[in-house]
């Protein structure tokens, strides 16, 4: 542990070094060209230092059968977005190498698992398959380990998550029958992370041919002491050792990380950048992660299930090529199934495993680049970051004793967060053409603070369209605590809600700081939430803030995952018991799934008997990305398999992902590639009105309708109505599915703030059902028109949303 920390260190002062990074970047000359073309959010992922895992595709022309082999493809690409990555799916279309395929392009490759007309690509195929497309002679492929590697490497993707190697055939020494991907792990420096080689493959000869390739070969922990086997695919026990045991994905981006740093290191010392190829040190890794402990097959039965089908490839005369599908194909046969389950649940773990090695090695190669963080800039320009404010003139406010106000009836609650923002933007020197700041020095900049976090931003749009409003968060006792104290008053928020902690390390105000360049996009942000994250015991909850909810007992309490998961938990709760309706924020993939949280079901907002009508939260407005980890969240957490979740699917007259040729219609097809409308579809249960943010393809609207719902029989809704459940059904009415495209589209000069438009939609919908709106759809077209202003506007939330008050 003590030498990855090590590494990790160093890399993060090395990879500062532009010298240095350069060469890991390598795609530039060869992005776009006639035999390869890299997806433009693989090359900004890649160019920005965001994580970035390669996925193959041979899994999908060759493994799965379709349409199996569409939907793996779809659930590893959610797997990799809902950890924090950017899939990079590879393979050859109409003769050319793609690195990140769109949507369209995998489902049009991997269909060819139905006709069998994709070729295998390996590293020997590539030159033939590109150049018969030089010629016309366009075929699809779907790339191998090997095949994978050398097209990330060119690509600059560094990770790469599969499901298992190829290796050395029993008899190999022989008949010299090895795979190429171990050849290529000996020469191609891809941290390749999967579940070892086929168990039927000479596993002893496969680690001692990586050996000789120079290949560093570890296996994860997984929770397990001392030293651990290398995995044997579909059984996470071979009675082989594992040459290095990992101990987990900090471990591994620190050995990927130390590679880096020795390769370039020598090019540095020795050769020119443009002379990589020749360098000694260009080897790949080989990390395998077990199959998850519920799918292993014991490694007793699998290896008499081995030798049958062994013994039955011999005898029918199957080799070379043939061999390895003939085997498998007895195998699946033979553990009745078994083997299928069992490979399905390893690829989805490595890839998951996969993604997060490739998210410590971001953060490691990085160590001043981008927070994966939403923060929300609000208007208080009256406040300067050198004001200072007496504090004798807010001493009323800072005190955790409770209210100094009496509280009058609200119509909503807002709890979250509150921060300080700073937003430094560069102010390059005149006639100076650089529009980013430089590295390592001081930068002239205009230099502004504004109030913000993801609840107030909320709060000030529910205010500003007419509602009454008690916003709830926490501050030190600090100058930025102070200063926003003071913020909120001039905005005319209550400061009542607002608990003040004595000034301590754990207890800083919020604060973001953006730096930005000449154009004013990001280039660097920071960001101190800490005190959102502190346990309910040091924020007095039933002493503070449960007493509010008694007395004003608002309609709605909207509540935004910047809390931890206990207080998330508590705030959810304490509404429910005061008869509140619940708005949950997401606020960003990581924090979305705190709704779901697995520590124990206690701690859990939404437990498996929080379905409807019992339901804890009533309203939640994700976006696409938040949507899909939300999805993955509640699968993983048991919720959508409980009886309660299944009660409600079956009820609402539709299948669990409901009817593909249905929801396109009622949709698009882009969107149910993506999942959007299912994923939307199986969250019903436990949270029955969903609005996922599109951006320009505008807002999704999906609900639970209660039986004798005026829509159900509603010539205007019909088009709207997914399903209709039994009449007899005396909690469920059917389920509404609606697509309102964007209000308008903006050009890019006119989108001055990204920030605090999906809060602002989110403030408005509420406050328009409070003042009288009786369905969600009839609001939507107002907050699609908040939202707008408020991108067309600086410094968070546009003050004009006032005038739309009256509609």
């Given at each position: 542990?003590?030498?990855?920390?090590?590494?990790?260190?160093?890399?993060?002062?090395?990879?500062r070094?532009?010298?240095?990074?350069?060469?890991?970047?390598?795609?530039?000359?060869?992005?776009?060209?006639?035999?390869?073309?890299?997806?433009?959010?693989?090359?900004?992922?890649?160019?920005t230092?965001?994580?970035?895992?390669?996925?193959?595709?041979?899994?999908?022309t060759?493994?799965?059968?379709?349409?199996?082999?569409?939907?793996?493809?779809?659930?590893?690409?959610?797997?990799?977005?809902?950890?924090?990555?950017?899939?990079?799916?590879?393979?050859?279309?109409?003769?050319?190498?793609?690195?990140?395929?769109?949507?369209?392009?995998?489902?049009?490759?991997?269909?060819?698992?139905?006709?069998?007309?994709?070729?295998?690509?390996?590293?020997?195929?590539?030159?033939?398959?590109?150049?018969?497309?030089?010629?016309?002679?366009?075929?699809?492929?779907?790339?191998?380990?090997?095949?994978?590697?050398?097209?990330?490497?060119?690509?600059?993707?560094?990770v790469?998550?599969?499901?298992?190697?190829?290796?050395?055939?029993?008899?190999?020494?022989?008949?010299m029958?090895?795979?190429?991907?171990?050849?290529?792990?000996?020469r191609?420096?891809?941290a390749?992370?999967?579940?070892?080689c086929?168990?039927?493959l000479?596993?002893p000869?496969?680690?001692?041919?990586?050996?000789?390739?120079?290949?560093?070969?570890?296996?994860?922990?997984?929770?397990?002491?001392?030293?651990?086997?290398?995995?044997?695919?579909?059984?996470r026990?071979?009675?082989?050792?594992?040459?290095?045991?990992?101990?987990?994905?900090?471990?591994?981006?620190?050995?990927?990380?130390?590679?880096i740093?020795?390769?370039?290191?020598?090019?540095?010392?020795?050769?020119s950048?443009?002379?990589?190829?020749?360098?000694?040190?260009?080897?790949?890794?080989?990390?395998?992660?077990?199959v998850?402990?519920?799918?292993?097959?014991?490694?007793?039965?699998?290896?008499?299930?081995?030798?049958?089908?062994?013994?039955?490839?011999?005898v029918?005369?199957?080799?070379?090529?043939?061999?390895?599908?003939?085997?498998?194909?007895?195998?699946k046969?033979?553990s009745?199934?078994?083997?299928?389950?069992?490979?399905?649940?390893?690829?989805?773990?490595?890839?998951?495993?996969?993604?997060?090695?490739?998210?410590?090695?971001?953060?490691?190669?990085?160590?001043?680049?981008?927070?994966?963080?939403?923060?929300?800039?609000?208007?208080?320009?009256?406040?300067?970051?050198?004001?200072?404010?007496p504090?004798?003139?807010?001493?009323?406010?800072?005190?955790?004793?409770?209210?100094t106000?009496?509280?009058?009836?609200v119509d909503?609650?807002?709890?979250?967060?509150?921060?300080?923002?700073?937003?430094?933007?560069?102010?390059?020197?005149?006639?100076?053409?650089?529009i980013?700041?430089?590295?390592?020095?001081?930068?002239?900049?205009?230099?502004t603070?504004?109030?913000g976090?993801?609840?107030?931003n909320?709060?000030i749009a529910?205010?500003?369209?007419?509602?009454?409003?008690?916003?709830?968060?926490?501050?030190?006792?600090?100058?930025?605590?102070?200063?926003?104290?003071?913020?909120?008053?001039?905005?005319?928020?209550?400061?009542?809600?607002?608990?003040?902690?004595?000034?301590?390390?754990?207890?800083?105000?919020?604060?973001?700081?953006?730096?930005?360049?000449?154009?004013?996009?990001?280039?660097?942000?920071m960001?101190?939430?800490?005190?959102?994250?502190?346990?309910?015991?040091?924020?007095?909850?039933?002493?503070?803030?449960?007493?509010?909810?008694s007395?004003?007992?608002?309609?709605?309490?909207?509540?935004?995952?910047?809390?931890?998961?206990?207080?998330l938990?508590?705030?959810?709760?304490?509404?429910?018991k005061?008869?509140?309706?619940?708005?949950?924020?997401?606020?960003?993939?990581?924090?979305?799934r705190?709704?779901?949280?697995?520590?124990t079901?206690?701690?859990?907002?939404?437990?498996?008997?929080?379905?409807?009508?019992?339901?804890?939260?009533?309203?939640?407005?994700?976006?696409?990305?938040?949507?899909?980890?939300m999805?993955?969240?509640?699968?993983?957490?048991?919720?959508?398999?409980?009886?309660?979740?299944?009660?409600?699917?079956?009820?609402?007259?539709?299948?669990?992902?409901?009817?593909?040729?249905?929801?396109?219609?009622?949709?698009?097809?882009?969107?149910?590639?993506?999942?959007?409308?299912?994923?939307?579809?199986?969250?019903?249960?436990f949270?029955?009105?969903?609005?996922?943010?599109?951006?320009?393809?505008?807002?999704?609207?999906?609900?639970?309708?209660?039986?004798?719902?005026?829509?159900?029989?509603?010539p205007?809704?019909?088009?709207?109505?997914?399903?209709?459940?039994a009449?007899?059904?005396?909690?469920?009415?059917?389920?509404?599915?609606r697509?309102?495209p964007p209000?308008?589209?903006?050009?890019?000069?006119?989108?001055v703030?990204?920030?605090?438009?999906?809060?602002?939609?989110?403030?408005a919908?509420?406050?328009?059902?409070?003042?009288?709106?009786?369905?969600?759809?009839?609001?939507?077209?107002?907050a699609?028109?908040?939202?707008?202003?408020?991108?067309?506007?600086?410094?968070?939330?546009s003050?004009?949303?006032?005038?739309?008050?009256?509609?």
């Amino acid at each position: 542990m003590l030498a990855s920390q090590a590494a990790a260190r160093h890399c993060c002062r090395r990879a500062r070094s532009p010298a240095l990074a350069l060469p890991s970047r390598r795609l530039h000359g060869l992005a776009q060209s006639k035999f390869l073309q890299v997806s433009e959010e693989v090359r900004d992922a890649v160019a920005t230092g965001k994580p970035v895992v390669a996925l193959e595709s041979t899994i999908y022309t060759h493994g799965f059968p379709y349409p199996e082999s569409v939907a793996l493809a779809s659930l590893l690409e959610t797997v990799v977005r809902a950890n924090g990555g950017v899939p990079a799916t590879i393979g050859i279309l109409n003769g050319i190498a793609k690195v990140g395929l769109s949507a369209e392009e995998l489902i049009e490759l991997a269909s060819t698992a139905e006709s069998k007309s994709a070729l295998k690509v390996s590293r020997r195929d590539l030159g033939y398959i590109c150049g018969l497309g030089l010629t016309g002679k366009r075929l699809h492929g779907g790339t191998t380990v090997s095949g994978t590697m050398i097209l990330a490497h060119l690509a600059g993707v560094r990770v790469f998550g599969t499901g298992g190697l190829g290796g050395v055939h029993r008899g190999g020494e022989n008949s010299m029958d090895i795979s190429a991907d171990l050849t290529e792990l000996g020469r191609t420096p891809v941290a390749v992370v999967s579940s070892g080689c086929k168990s039927f493959l000479d596993i002893p000869r496969t680690l001692e041919y990586l050996e000789t390739e120079g290949v560093c070969v570890g296996t994860f922990a997984d929770g397990r002491k001392g030293q651990v086997d290398f995995p044997a695919f579909f059984t996470r026990d071979s009675g082989i050792k594992s040459p290095k045991v990992i101990q987990d994905e900090a471990e591994a981006a620190a050995i990927i990380c130390e590679l880096i740093l020795l390769l370039y290191s020598t090019a540095m010392a020795n050769v020119s950048l443009d002379a990589q190829s020749k360098l000694p040190v260009s080897s790949g890794m080989h990390f395998a992660n077990p199959v998850p402990v519920e799918q292993s097959i014991p490694k007793h039965e699998m290896d008499e299930i081995i030798e049958e089908a062994i013994r039955l490839a011999e005898v029918e005369g199957h080799q070379g090529s043939d061999n390895t599908p003939f085997v498998l194909s007895k195998i699946k046969q033979l553990s009745g199934g078994k083997s299928v389950a069992a490979n399905r649940a390893l690829v989805e773990a490595n890839v998951q495993r996969a993604t997060r090695v490739a998210v410590e090695l971001a953060k490691l190669e990085q160590s001043n680049g981008r927070l994966n963080e939403r923060h929300m800039p609000a208007i208080s320009g009256d406040v300067r970051a050198d004001q200072s404010i007496p504090k004798a003139e807010l001493k009323p406010n800072l005190t955790t004793e409770g209210p100094t106000e009496i509280l009058d009836k609200v119509d909503v609650l807002v709890a979250g967060s509150l921060a300080v923002d700073l937003s430094c933007d560069y102010a390059p020197p005149a006639g100076e053409q650089n529009i980013r700041p430089v590295s390592d020095t001081s930068n002239p900049a205009t230099v502004t603070q504004s109030l913000g976090g993801v609840g107030h931003n909320v709060a000030i749009a529910t205010k500003y369209l007419g509602s009454s409003v008690l916003f709830c968060s926490v501050v030190g006792d600090d100058l930025s605590g102070r200063a926003a104290l003071s913020a909120l008053q001039k905005e005319g928020l209550s400061t009542t809600g607002v608990q003040v902690l004595p000034a301590s390390n754990d207890a800083r105000t919020a604060q973001y700081v953006a730096v930005n360049d000449g154009k004013k996009d990001l280039v660097m942000a920071m960001a101190d939430m800490g005190i959102m994250e502190m346990p309910e015991q040091k924020l007095d909850f039933e002493g503070f803030w449960e007493p509010m909810l008694s007395r004003t007992k608002p309609e709605w309490v909207i509540v935004d995952a910047n809390w931890s998961p206990e207080v998330l938990s508590k705030w959810v709760a304490a509404a429910k018991k005061h008869g509140a309706r619940v708005a949950f924020e997401p606020v960003s993939n990581a924090k979305s799934r705190r709704l779901f949280s697995k520590s124990t079901e206690a701690n859990a907002a939404i437990s498996p008997t929080a379905a409807v009508p019992n339901n804890a939260i009533s309203l939640a407005t994700p976006n696409k990305y938040e949507l899909t980890t939300m999805y993955t969240a509640a699968r993983e957490s048991g919720l959508l398999d409980s009886e309660s979740w299944w009660r409600i699917i079956d009820a609402m007259g539709m299948s669990s992902t409901g009817s593909r040729d249905r929801l396109v219609a009622m949709t698009s097809n882009p969107l149910v590639d993506q999942g959007i409308p299912q994923q939307s579809i199986q969250l019903l249960p436990f949270i029955p009105c969903i609005i996922t943010k599109l951006g320009s393809q505008g807002v999704l609207v999906t609900q639970l309708l209660r039986p004798r719902d005026p829509r159900l029989t509603s010539p205007d809704s019909a088009p709207y109505i997914l399903s209709r459940a039994a009449a007899s059904d005396q909690y469920i009415g059917g389920a509404y599915l609606r697509l309102f495209p964007p209000a308008a589209v903006l050009a890019d000069e006119e989108i001055v703030s990204v920030n605090g438009a999906g809060d602002t939609l989110l403030g408005a919908v509420i406050s328009g059902l409070v003042q009288g709106s009786k369905t969600v759809e009839d609001v939507i077209p107002l907050a699609q028109e908040a939202s707008l202003r408020t991108l067309k506007s600086s410094g968070g939330v546009s003050s004009d949303i006032v005038s739309l008050r009256r509609s």
